[in-house]
C-alpha cells in the first residue's frame, strides 16, 4: 500500500506529479481517503488541495466527485482560483458552493453561481448592491441576453445618482438612453449629466456612422455577387449521354493534335446531374421523344415526368410553401420541341430534387 501522506511530506510538488503521472495506477478516490484518513493532520488538506487542483487540470472529469470538496478546499488556500474552477466545473454542488460563497463573502462567485442557477436578479442585485460595479453589471446582463433584465437593472440603479449615470454612459447598442432619462425621478441630481449626454450623442454619432459603412459594404456585396450569379447562370449546360461522352472523349485523345471546334472548348458550366438521364424516370433522355427540362442546378428531367410529380406534390402540401418558395422557381423555357407547348403557360415549374430534399 502506497503511502501518500508521507511522500507528500517529504516533498508535495513531486508527489503530486507522481500521483497525477500514475493515477491509473493509484485511482484518485484512493489518494483522497488516504488524504482525509490521515491521522497525521499535519498539511493533509493541503496536500489534498494541491492534489485535487493538479489533478483537475489534467483532467477536470477525473476528479469530479470531489468537486465538492474542492470548492471548500480553493476558499480555504487560493481563493482567486475558485471562480476559473466554478467557470470549468460542471460537477459541483451549486447550492453548496452558494453558500460557502455566501459565508465568506465572496462576491464575485456568488454571482456566477447564481447566475448559473438561472437566478439572474438575485446576481444581478449583488452585483449592484454588493459589489457596486454597474459596469460589471451591463457586463452581466448583457450576456444574459435577457430584456427583462435590462428593466431590473434600471429599477435597481434608480436609487443611486452616480450608477445612472454610468448607466448612461454604457447604453450604446444595449438601452434607449431616453427610456433610462424618462425613467429618473424628478430632482435626482446625476453627477456630470452634461459631460454624460454628450458623450451619448458622440457615441450614437459613432454607431450611426458604422452602419452607414457596413450598409455600403453589403450593397457592394449585394451587386457583386449579383454579376457573378448572372455570369454562372450564363453559362451553358451540357445535356449528353454518356455514350456519346465516351465517344467524344477517344475522339479527342485520337485527334488531340487537330483543334476542332467541339463543346468541350467552349465555356460549359456542368454536365447535367446523372449524366443524360431523367431525374425522375432514370431513362436516358434520347429513348423518349419528349421535350426535357433543364433547371440552373443541372438537374434535367422528361416535361412528362416533372408534370407528373408536380401534381402530386401539390395536391400532398398544398400551401405549406415557406417564404422562401420564390427562391426556387424558374421560368418554365421551351427548348428543342416545341409540341408540348401547351404546358408553357402552366404553373411554374420547379426542380423537385432541389425543392422536396430537405438538404
Ligand atoms: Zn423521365
Ligand atoms: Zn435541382
Known amino acids: 500500500m502506497m503511502q501518500v501522506v508521507q511522500l507528500m ?18 485511482a484518485p478516490s484512493e489518494v483522497v ?58 460537477h459541483y454542488t451549486l447550492e453548496k ?21 438561472g437566478n439572474s436578479k438575485q446576481a444581478l442585485a449583488v452585483i449592484i448592491n454588493e ?15 435577457d430584456d427583462d433584465l435590462w428593466e431590473e437593472l434600471i429599477h435597481q440603479c434608480l436609487h443611486k445618482p452616480e450608477m445612472v449615470g454610468v448607466l448612461l454612459e454604457h447604453t450604446v447598442g444595449n438601452l434607449d438612453p ?49 454579376v457573378k450569379y448572372y455570369n454562372e447562370a450564363k453559362r451553358a ?21 487537330v483543334i476542332t ?14 449524366g443524360g438521364r431523367c431525374c425522375m424516370c432514370f431513362d436516358p433522355f434520347s429513348i423518349q421523344n419528349v421535350s426535357v427540362v433543364v433547371f440552373f442546378c443541372c438537374h434535367a428531367y422528361h416535361t412528362t415526368c416533372l408534370m407528373e410529380s408536380t401534381e402530386t ?3 400532398n402540401k398544398k400551401g405549406t410553401g415557406g417564404p422562401s418558395e420564390g427562391l426556387y422557381e424558374y421560368e418554365y423555357e421551351e427548348e428543342q420541341e416545341d409540341d408540348n407547348g401547351s404546358e408553357a403557360g402552366g404553373p411554374r415549374m420547379r426542380c423537385i430534387l432541389c425543392t422536396t430534399a430537405t438538404s
Open 313 to 315: 406534390n401539390s395536391t
Open 97 to 117: 458552493a452558494y453558500e460557502i460563497c455566501d459565508r465568506r463573502d465572496l462576491l464575485r462567485e456568488q454571482v456566477f453561481i447564481l447566475g448559473r442557477m
Open 9 to 26: 511530506m517529504v516533498d508535495c510538488k513531486q508527489a503530486v506529479n507522481l500521483l497525477i503521472q500514475n493515477r491509473d495506477l493509484i
Open 237 to 257: 449546360v451540357c445535356l449528353s449521354n454518356e455514350e456519346d461522352d465516351a465517344r467524344s472523349k477517344r475522339d479527342a485523345s485520337r485527334a488531340s493534335q
Open 178 to 226: 431616453l427610456y433610462i432619462v424618462n425613467m429618473v425621478p424628478n430632482g435626482l441630481e446625476i453627477p456630470r449629466l452634461r459631460d454624460r449626454l454628450v458623450k451619448i450623442i458622440t457615441d450614437y454619432r459613432t454607431e450611426t456612422s458604422l452602419r452607414h459603412g457596413c450598409n455600403d459594404i453589403l450593397k457592394a456585396d449585394c451587386v457583386n455577387l449579383s
Open 33 to 90: 481517503s488516504q488524504l482525509l484518513n490521515t491521522r497525521n493532520k499535519c498539511d493533509s488538506r493541503y496536500f489534498l488541495h494541491l492534489y485535487l487542483h493538479s489533478l483537475f487540470e489534467v483532467n477536470p472529469h477525473a476528479g469530479k466527485d470531489f468537486h465538492d470538496m474542492q470548492v471548500e478546499l480553493y476558499v480555504e488556500y487560493e481563493p482567486k482560483m475558485l471562480l476559473p474552477f466554478l467557470r470549468s466545473s460542471q
Open 131 to 145: 459589489l457596486g460595479d454597474i459596469e460589471e453589471a451591463v457586463e452581466f446582463v448583457t450576456m444574459q441576453h
Open 261 to 274: 471546334p467541339s463543346v468541350r472548348n467552349m465555356e460549359v458550366k456542368s454536365k447535367t446531374r446523372g
